[in-house]
């Protein structure tokens, strides 16, 4: 069967043959992988975070100018409330719009600070949530389009913890702008469910994790291989900052302490320190560092190239398609 072809208002808003997403991981989504998302079609979005020096963000963006022979990209900004983030991200936006990137998902606090200089120097931005009521909130800021993540995905699902089926439903009838649906997407059948639920778009994360352009250690990978929908583990929400991680020696020390009552966030900040995620992508010990993980990990089952992935993904929709056809009595 040949691939199916989707036109929503969120391929043409990215200008992107298939309506998948590739958002931004911190750590991980360096321009080698988002340079394979948007050579397959798809969009991707570098981490800014993950380059904090200012020549090292600046190369990464040319290498992704160099990677794509021209196709946009763009650039994952986390909105935070600590001086030194919003110091960091100022920056980083003169270096992205100086190398022409104008395609930009924000995530975090709303992005109300930054929203007039990106839109004023005409920049695409979707703003990523957990919640139709953050969505709400976000739509009425000057964004373009907004993702909505559910209880399923990796990192923070938000404290409410509702599904995707329920929560992307009702947030693509009531946004009002392109919507995006993350959270537990990682099959081509899901895509066709998320458009039919409404969505324009899926946002996925966690599936790509085992590509081959992820930079990170093989026994990471092979441990996402075999991991399973049960694997994760969701924690620190007694901090009201809900994370979806890997089942892993760290979360469950997460867990251990916040089942003891400890409030002191210095016991736990050994252990959910961000050096602690890179050191394990780096090093293989899946055991250490708070590592997200979504339950789509259960359709990660080969380390490949993401075009492969992406291609395995449309060929999955065809075949859902196809049964809707015969369901219909097509």
């Not at 909105?79 to 920056?91: F, R, V, W, Y």
């Not at 599904?163 to 081509?188: E, I, N, T, Y």
């Not at 992406?310 to 369901?327: C, N, S, T, Y």
């Amino acid at each position: 069967m040949s691939e199916p072809r989707f036109r929503t208002p969120m391929t043409e808003l990215f200008g992107i043959e298939r309506p998948i997403l590739a958002g931004g991981l911190m750590w991980l989504a360096d321009a080698n992988y988002v340079a394979g998302v948007v050579n397959a079609g798809c969009m991707g979005f570098i981490t800014a975070k993950t380059f904090p020096d200012a020549g090292a963000f600046r190369a990464e963006l040319q290498k992704a100018k160099d990677l794509t022979g021209g196709r946009p990209f763009g650039v994952n900004l986390y909105m935070s409330i600590h001086q030194d983030d919003t110091e960091l991200i100022s920056g980083h936006i003169d270096i992205l719009l100086e190398a022409g990137v104008r395609f930009i998902e924000t995530s975090g606090l709303p992005p109300k600070a930054v929203l007039p200089r990106l839109k004023e120097a005409g920049c695409t931005v979707m703003h990523k949530v957990a919640s139709v009521r953050h969505a709400l909130s976000a739509a009425r800021l000057d964004v373009d389009a907004v993702a909505v993540v559910g209880a399923e995905c990796g990192g923070h699902p938000g404290l409410q913890m509702i599904g995707s089926m329920v929560q992307g439903l009702k947030a693509a009838k009531a946004v009002g702008k392109p919507v995006a649906l993350g959270g537990g997407f990682g099959h081509g059948a899901q895509l066709v469910a998320a458009l039919a639920l409404g969505a324009d778009a899926i946002l996925i994360g966690t599936r790509f994790l085992v590509a081959d352009e992820i930079w990170a250690h093989p026994a990471y990978k092979d441990r996402l291989v075999e991991a399973s929908e049960t694997d994760t583990r969701v924690i620190m929400a007694s901090f009201r900052n809900t994370y979806r991680a890997m089942d892993n020696e760290a979360a469950r020390a997460v867990e251990a302490l916040e089942t003891d009552g400890v409030q002191d966030f210095d016991a736990y900040r050994p252990i959910v320190q961000g050096t602690e995620q890179k050191a394990a992508y780096e090093t293989g010990d899946w055991n250490r560092g708070v590592l997200s993980m979504g339950q789509s990990v259960a359709f990660a089952d080969e380390v490949k190239p993401v075009a492969e992935i992406i291609a395995q993904l449309m060929a999955e929709a065809d075949e859902a398609l196809g049964r809707l056809g015969e369901v219909r009595g097509a």
